[in-house]
């Protein structure tokens, strides 16, 4: 995959060669290239921004330096048209759903705005996806770029080391995972489940199963809606409910009084329900 980001922060992009990113490409697998905006500026001063039309606070990014930039990155390659993404605020919810479709695209570029946001014409005749990364204000569309690239990174052919982790994760089958643990054995007090040292695969599977089921159930029940259960997932689910609402939110770490239980105790600090 190629990958082009344009931006007037190119040195934002750096992380992108660290790590599991890096190595894809180093690999070959996804070759990133990142462009100063500026670049495309025709003034000494190399402007990429001007005042709002109607007024208000900021500034908006120049139509342009945004067209040439894209007429020219896409000349680059004749052959093909690259995906072209756009983060913003407004955006469609970047979901795993989107990553797994980014991922099968053989290019895509990314433009990333600042101050007020890049003049809307721009979107209207470039972007084919315009992303939000979530609820929240960035200053710009450089680290929502970063998120998404490594979500998509993850996911080409190659690029993790083992390919079982990627189809395992949470979101692949609409739920979050199970709780993990290395040695040692206990840790202040705290004990690793004794299933998970039992050799008995099945009733690891089970286990995992169970707490992913709990957790999903306490701290994102949205996500229960739209998961793949089977009739076995649904039985947990019930049995669940059953339960003190105080066992489940202690047990699964559920949001209580604004911080979640994770960390300030576990189930393991807990009677077994009556
Ligand atoms: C791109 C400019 C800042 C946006 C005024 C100051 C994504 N999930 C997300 N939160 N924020 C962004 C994001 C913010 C951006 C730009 C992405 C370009 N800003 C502006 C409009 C309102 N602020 C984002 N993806």
Request: hydrophobic residues 45%; negative net charge.
């Given at each position: 995959m190629r990958a082009d980001v344009v931006t007037i922060f190119p040195a934002y992009l750096e992380p992108l060669r660290l790590?599991?990113?890096?190595?894809?490409?180093?690999?070959?697998?996804?070759?990133?290239?990142?462009?100063?905006?500026?670049?495309?500026t025709s003034d000494v001063h190399r402007t990429v921004d001007d005042a709002p039309y109607g007024g208000g606070p900021g500034m908006v990014m120049r139509p342009e330096p945004w067209d040439a930039a894209l007429t020219e990155i896409a000349a680059s390659d004749p052959d093909r048209r690259p995906r072209v993404v756009v983060p913003t605020p407004a955006g469609a919810p970047f979901t795993q759903s989107h990553a797994e479709e980014l991922a099968r695209e053989p290019w895509l570029v990314f433009c990333c705005g600042r101050y007020e946001g890049i003049d809307a014409r721009v979107i209207d005749a470039w972007?084919?996806?315009?992303?939000?990364?979530?609820?929240?204000?960035?200053?710009?569309?450089?680290?929502?770029?970063?998120?998404?690239?490594?979500?998509?990174?993850?996911?080409?052919?190659?690029?993790?080391?083992?390919?079982?982790s990627a189809a395992d994760d949470s979101f692949s089958d609409g739920l979050l995972e199970a709780p993990v643990y290395t040695r040692p054995q206990v840790w202040r007090g705290a004990e690793v489940?004794?299933?998970?040292?039992?050799?008995d695969h099945a009733a690891v599977a089970r286990w995992r199963r169970t707490q992913a089921l709990r957790r999903t159930l306490?701290?994102?029940?949205?996500?229960?809606?739209?998961?793949?259960?089977?009739?076995?997932?649904?039985?947990?689910?019930?049995?669940?409910?059953?339960?003190?609402?105080?066992?489940?939110?202690a047990t699964s770490g559920s949001?209580?009084?604004?911080?979640?239980?994770?960390?300030?105790?576990?189930?393991?600090?807990?009677?077994?329900?009556a």
């Open positions: 790590s599991l990113v890096g190595r894809a490409q180093e690999r070959g697998t996804l070759d990133v290239r990142t462009h100063d905006l500026r670049a495309w972007a084919d996806d315009e992303i939000s990364i979530g609820d929240y204000v960035l200053a710009g569309g450089e680290v929502a770029t970063l998120v998404i690239l490594e979500a998509v990174a993850r996911l080409l052919p190659g690029v993790l080391g083992n390919s079982a489940p004794a299933v998970l040292r039992s050799g306490a701290r994102r029940p949205d996500l229960v809606e739209h998961a793949e259960l089977s009739d076995a997932d649904r039985a947990v689910l019930e049995a669940v409910a059953a339960e003190p609402a105080e066992h489940v939110a949001v209580v009084g604004g911080a979640t239980m994770v960390g300030r105790g576990s189930s393991m600090d807990l009677p077994d329900p």
